[in-house]
């Protein structure tokens, strides 16, 4: 799936989840507000978000983050740094997920 694609298919099915159950809206909700700018910058939360991402394996969270750190300003160099620490921690099983990392970054002309 294309980033996009990807985007379109994560809020159609957030949408529908939210509908259905309380706890998918709430916990939305508990989502957007922990990364709101607080004692941490939402563009530090953000890296940090793309770090646990790349470390958990999951793509979509990625590319979440990603575009999360591209609106909070976060320079393609802060980004590369956090897809490494990601790394570092998960070890190279991780790689597939770094790599998916930089096809969006490539997908979006960051690099």
Request: proline content about 1%; aromatic content about 10%.
């Amino acid at each position: 799936m294309e980033r996009r694609e990807l985007t379109k298919y994560r809020n159609e099915y957030n949408k529908i989840m939210s509908e259905t159950d309380s706890f998918f809206k709430e916990f939305g909700l508990l989502d957007d507000k922990a990364y709101q700018d607080g004692a941490i910058s939402k563009k530090n939360k953000e890296l940090m978000g793309l770090a646990i991402s790349v470390t958990t394996r999951c793509n979509e969270c990625i590319l979440y983050h990603i575009n999360g750190c591209i609106d909070s300003k976060a320079a393609k160099e802060e980004i590369i740094d956090a897809i490494k620490i990601g790394v570092i921690a998960g070890g190279s099983i991780t790689y597939p997920n770094a790599r998916f990392a930089f096809e969006m970054l490539k997908e979006l002309k960051l690099i």
